[in-house]
């Protein structure tokens, strides 16, 4: 009302007075209008809703600092996007992080999860390619995706096809870009090659098999020993895996006899060390190359000397965070679309649960082995 009397008054004034008067109140006006809007602007702050978040305090085991609080709205700025997460895994990398050890994490106290899938909630007056109701991933990948609310700037996401499969869109960016990428970047592979790969259960493994099936490149698959083995080959062949052995059959038996009439393969993948890599060693050819890029059972690898002399063997590894930032980032964003097709399409698949986010903390203990064996775990907001 007071604004109004304000308009009133000054019109009324305006009526009154010589055509320089009005000139210079009308002038006066317009500052006053804008200040007030600008004033009222600063009142009317787009922000997000309120949130619930997985944060830790300190580096440490993560069931002990991990924990579920309530956060406030935060301001959505012209260039920030709002976004309601869908869904975020829990990997091996984000236990990692949250225990201190992973090579890059980010300063505590910190919200936990380093990727997933989300809904555009909104977004600043300075974004339009994206709208709300957009299907978004981060990338390169950014911490803190185990929340219901997230606001970070445009350049974060990446805009993927509303029909991609949800949970393989929570799970793209860390595991499957791994497996596609190491396949591409060390050894030109051609149709009829052969590639040996221990940890074969794993995502990357298990991707591994199928984006080399697509290749016609074949896959001979390394296990460890456990109960149940037979059915597990029986799943790693229905997704394209040639040959698959357990760790003490390949110690009992000769290397060249298992590959009957493969190719000797110029690419190894290691995600294991200690003995399950010299194992998989012993099936390069000439001049073959071992790719590592993960260490489960937390041994050195030990290669012998003559592997180095007579074979001349190469030993690569592999850090998808050191190649997403290598300028690489509109490459991979591609690779991303095309790996969620194959998703889309069946031709890409591994296996998950879904975890309602109020259950999160039984989700963390099935990651963490406290369960047993468990499919990789995938939370649901």
């Known amino acids: 009302m007071a604004l109004l009397k304000s308009v009133l008054l000054q019109r009324a004034l305006c009526g009154s007075l010589s055509s320089s008067s009005t000139n210079l109140l009308r002038l006066k006006w317009a500052h006053f209008a804008w200040s007030q809007s600008q004033s009222m602007s600063a009142f009317a702050a787009v922000m997000s809703p309120p949130s619930k978040a997985v944060v830790y305090e300190n580096h440490g085991p993560p069931d002990s600092v991990t924990r579920v609080i309530e ?3 935060v301001e959505v700025k012209e260039d920030d996007v709002c976004v309601k997460m869908v869904a975020a895994p829990i990997n091996p990398s984000d236990i990692n992080r949250i225990e201190g050890v992973y090579p890059v994490r980010p300063q505590v106290p910190a919200v936990g999860g380093y990727e997933g899938v989300g809904e555009v909630f909104s977004v600043g007056s300075a974004v339009k390619d994206l709208s709300p109701g957009d299907w978004v991933i981060p990338f390169p990948p950014s911490f803190g995706t185990w929340q219901t609310y997230i606001v970070k700037e445009r350049g974060v996401w990446h805009k993927i096809d509303k029909d ?15 497996a596609l990428r190491m396949l591409e970047d060390f050894v030109t592979l051609n149709s009829g090659d052969s590639i040996v790969q221990n940890g074969a259960t794993s995502i990357v493994g298990q991707c591994i098999i199928q984006l080399a099936r697509l290749r016609g490149i074949h896959s001979i ?5 456990r109960a149940g083995s037979d059915e597990v080959e029986e799943k790693l062949k229905k997704l394209g895996a040639d040959e698959v052995f357990t760790e003490s059959q390949l110690d009992v038996k000769n290397v060249k006899s298992v590959l009957a009439t493969l190719p000797e393969p110029a690419l190894v993948f290691n995600c294991v060390g200690g003995n399950s890599a010299s194992l998989v060693m012993k099936f390069l050819r000439q001049g073959g190359t071992m790719v590592t890029y993960g260490g489960m059972s937390k041994k050195p690898i030990t290669v012998s000397t003559s592997s180095f002399i007579f074979k001349d063997l190469s030993l690569r590894g592999f850090w998808l965070q050191k190649w997403i930032i290598a300028d690489k980032a509109q490459e991979c964003r591609r690779m991303i679309d095309y790996l969620l097709r194959l998703a889309k399409d069946g031709k890409l698949k591994y296996v998950m649960e879904m975890a309602p986010f109020d259950n999160f903390h039984n989700a963390l203990d099935k990651a963490l082995g406290k369960l047993g064996s468990q499919p990789k775990q995938v939370i649901k907001f």
Do not use: K
């Open 221 to 225: 698959n390394i296990i460890r020993d």
């Open 164 to 178: 991609s499969p949800m949970e393989y869109a929570a799970t793209v960016t860390v595991n499957p870009l791994t």
């Open 71 to 73: 956060v406030g709205p």
